[in-house]
């Protein structure tokens, strides 16, 4: 477990804390799945490639009580939902990643899983192809930075979230 500030007793969120040899590849696919046999039953499968940024989204989605997979492209993203599909019951995809942008691993998300809700996060989410998503079955969009309270509402169907017009 990471060590957190003295007088502390769990994570500060907006802070990242990396082990000291954590390795986070832009792909293939890693062992950062935080799958264990007492998991809790909801797995969110979280896609983005920024180590820090994934490492605070992933403390934010246990925190909040659901399983996190984490892929760092979309050839790991589509790999987790081949392997585990079943236990995968949301997904938060960034739209930004190395390997193929985010609306085309949503088409193939829905090709594989065709009720997944799938929820983009964007810096932009006015941005057309994030709008596009959305009005296409995307099940929302959350802005980056987001807070863990619009993540909460995100995972108990509380979106479509920060989907304003243009």
């Known amino acids: 477990m990471d060590q957190w500030p003295e007088n502390h007793t769990e994570p500060i969120l907006g802070e990242t804390r990396l082990p000291e040899n954590r390795n986070f590849p832009a792909c293939p696919p890693s062992d950062r799945c935080t799958d264990t046999p007492n998991a809790p039953a909801k797995v969110v499968l979280l896609i983005e490639d920024e180590a820090s940024v994934a490492d605070t989204q992933q403390q ?46 949503f088409k193939k998300i829905r090709s594989i899983r065709p009720g997944l809700k799938v929820v983009v996060c964007s810096g932009d989410t006015r941005a057309d192809d994030v709008q596009e998503l959305v009005a296409g079955g995307a099940h929302g969009c959350l802005q980056k930075p987001f807070g863990i309270k619009q993540l909460q509402m995100a995972l108990s169907d509380g979106v479509p979230l920060e989907t304003e017009s243009a």
């Open 60 to 105: 934010m989605v246990e925190r909040i009580g659901w399983q996190v997979l984490i892929a760092a492209c979309g050839q790991e993203a589509l790999a987790y939902l081949h392997e585990k599909n079943r236990k995968i019951c949301m997904v938060l995809m960034d739209m930004d990643l190395p390997d193929i942008h985010g609306s085309q691993l």
